[in-house]
């Protein structure tokens, strides 16, 4: 499959997704909370010292424990600027503090720490080691925490964050799984090092990921170094989230944030912003979440990528008009569009694997729309076929964007060569037998949502999922038997396996009215019947195999309203193992894994 602007596209509005599941997600708001609060009890003594001082607080949520630093008095561009000569890794050895020589390599000799965020390591370097002593288990490597780790800060406060993520990356067991890796969150934190530590963070696969820098239209702070420095050597690493009131983008290529930070930041328009602006800012986001031009998605990418562009620097706060594109913003543009083109030519070169990383992303915002419609009470099949929520319109840009790559996909690895019984890698069919699990369900929804619709299998299913399915059943055929206590135990966070469960109840439904009919014929009636006969065993052979998930059984879903039109049909006298499991609520105990 050759690389196309589409593809360069496609991958170009990741940035937008990502910064809509980050938006979606509550740490931002926690994460400003934590440091709120540390602010909050600051002493006016501490408030008025001239002398820098760092503090942290511990907090433990539901779902994270996070760890907020913040500096005293409140740190301003002073501060920054004066201690802002970098310091190398030679010195940091030379004045016996060789913390971070970890990040040293045959390839990458030397790097660079912003020096203001150095010293006041050091300087603190007993309570921080306590700090770590407290959350982490040096004999182990593990972290002793029962949630997700979120080290958070703001301004220099975010500095001593990445420094001390950093510390305990190093420090944690190489096997931890990434979801149980810290997760670094700045707020306004300026850079922190050179070149040399972004290669060196980035040479580490799981590591640039754990940072997420949070970077206010027209704070000074953030690109501080890069305005003020006729040649700076400072880089970024990790993932900059980029936000104003208006909305928001995740950049994660360094020269791209390099150029942003740059370009968001003019002597008129500096400020100096403080968590409680961070905060704000989060507040309005979450309930606004990201303005876009929703017309323009699904449709197909013209030649040039500048209209995208322009629709995501206006999203984090550039003014820019027809009338007023000034020389700066069309440079920053024109270097944009050659940089996304030469990133789309280096992508022949890359492997097939990383480029089914690309479309994971799109994958979390399914899974995160998921999980918030249960939590909602309703599953999300019935959620996007009726439209219930705000958010069921996005899902549509995600499903085209996944259904587009795995079609692509499945047409290419069909027509090369193959050994007998293996079309595609047990990688990819691992990923695509997920997609498939979790996007046909929606285009089956789109499709009975048109009146009159019927049998999906023969006029509405695209030939891609029939493949994907027969080569994961060829796969899989050797494996096949009873559930196992593993699979029980999991039912509740499955997809259900059978992509195509959701026509079969639309299916029966149908059958259902079919048979309250009086007009319908006689053929019509016993066409029907046979259907339901078939379909009753069908869903029980599922229910014992834990194939379903158990979300078919709420209250809204599509299948509870088949099993209420089906009760007032039957004869009081019928008896099935599935009527006995629904009359019973045995799905209660199915849920558990304990049916």
């Given at each position: 499959m050759s690389i196309s602007v589409r593809d360069t596209f496609s991958r170009f509005i990741s940035g937008l997704d990502l910064a809509d599941l980050v938006v979606n997600a509550d740490l931002l708001q926690l994460s400003c909370d934590a440091i709120e609060d540390l602010h909050a009890e600051t002493s006016p003594h501490q408030q008025l010292s001239s002398t820098l001082s760092l503090r942290h607080k511990l907090v433990q949520q539901s779902n994270c424990t996070i760890i907020a630093f913040a500096t005293s008095p409140l740190c301003t561009k002073d501060h920054i600027l004066q201690g802002g000569d970098l310091v190398s890794s030679s010195t940091l050895k030379e004045q016996k503090f060789p913390l971070f020589d970890f990040l040293r390599s045959k390839g990458n000799p030397s790097f660079s720490i912003l020096g203001v965020a150095v010293n006041l390591f050091k300087a603190y370097f007993q309570e921080l080691s306590q700090l770590k002593d407290q959350i982490h288990d040096s004999t182990t490597e593990e972290l002793l925490v029962n949630s997700r780790l979120i080290v958070s800060g703001h301004s220099l406060g975010g500095t001593i964050a990445s420094l001390f993520t950093l510390w305990l990356l190093d420090n944690i067991k190489k096997t931890t799984r990434r979801n149980q890796l810290p997760f670094c969150i700045t707020f306004g934190s300026p850079l922190i090092g050179d070149q040399g530590l972004q290669r060196a963070i980035s040479e580490h696969s799981q590591w640039n990921s754990c940072f997420l820098h949070v970077a206010a239209f027209k704070d000074l702070s953030p690109g501080i170094f890069i305005t003020s420095q006729p040649n700076p050597q400072y880089m970024p690493f990790g993932t900059y989230f980029f936000c104003s009131e208006l909305g928001c983008n995740c950049v994660e290529d360094p020269e791209v944030v390099s150029w942003l930070l740059k370009s968001t930041i003019t002597p008129v328009s500096a400020e100096e912003m403080g968590i409680d602006d961070y905060s704000?800012?989060?507040?309005?986001?979450?309930?606004?979440?990201?303005?876009?031009?929703?017309?323009?998605?699904?449709?197909?990418?013209?030649?040039?990528?500048?209209?995208?562009?322009?629709?995501?620097?206006?999203?984090?706060?550039?003014?820019?008009?027809?009338?007023?594109?000034?020389?700066?913003?069309?440079?920053?543009?024109?270097?944009?569009?050659?940089?996304?083109?030469?990133k789309a030519q280096q992508m022949k070169a890359i492997d097939p694997n990383e480029k089914l990383n690309i479309v994971k992303i799109r994958m979390a915002n399914l899974e995160w729309y998921k999980k918030d419609c249960k939590a909602k009470g309703v599953g999300y099949y019935d959620s996007y076929k009726n439209l219930y929520f705000t958010r069921d319109g996005e899902v549509t840009k995600h499903k085209k964007v996944l259904f587009d790559y795995w079609k692509n996909s499945v047409e290419d690895f069909e027509r090369k060569p193959q050994k007998e019984g293996a079309f595609m890698p047990e990688t990819w069919l691992f990923a695509g037998t997920n997609y498939r699990r979790m996007v046909e369900p929606l285009d089956i929804a789109q499709y009975y949502k048109q009146t009159g619709k019927r049998d999906y299998l023969t006029y509405g299913r695209s030939r891609h999922y029939i493949l994907l399915e027969q080569w994961q059943k060829e796969q899989t055929e050797k494996l096949a038997g009873p559930p196992n206590d593993k699979k029980k135990q999991s039912v509740a966070g499955i997809l259900t396996e059978d992509s195509c469960f959701w026509m079969k109840v639309e299916e029966a439904l149908i059958s259902c009215k079919l048979l309250r009919d009086e007009t319908s014929s006689t053929s019509e009636?016993?066409?029907?019947?046979?259907?339901?006969?078939?379909?009753?065993?069908?869903?029980?052979?599922?229910?014992?195999?834990?194939?379903?998930?158990?979300?078919?059984?709420?209250?809204?879903?599509s299948f509870t309203k088949w099993w209420k039109d089906f009760q007032e049909i039957i004869e009081t006298s019928h008896n099935s193992p599935l009527t006995d499991f629904m009359k019973n609520r045995r799905y209660r105990q199915y849920e558990r894994g304990q049916f």
């Open positions: 704000g800012i989060v507040k309005h986001l979450k309930s606004r979440l990201i303005m876009k031009d929703n017309s323009q998605l699904g449709q197909p990418v013209t030649p040039s990528l500048r209209p995208e562009m322009i629709l995501q620097l206006k999203a984090i706060g550039f003014e820019i008009t027809a009338q007023q594109q000034n020389n700066i913003i069309n440079d920053l543009i024109s270097e944009w569009e050659r940089h996304e083109n030469r009636k016993q066409s029907a019947r046979e259907f339901l006969n078939i379909f009753e065993q069908y869903v029980m052979d599922q229910i014992n195999n834990y194939a379903v998930s158990p979300e078919i059984f709420l209250e809204k879903s």
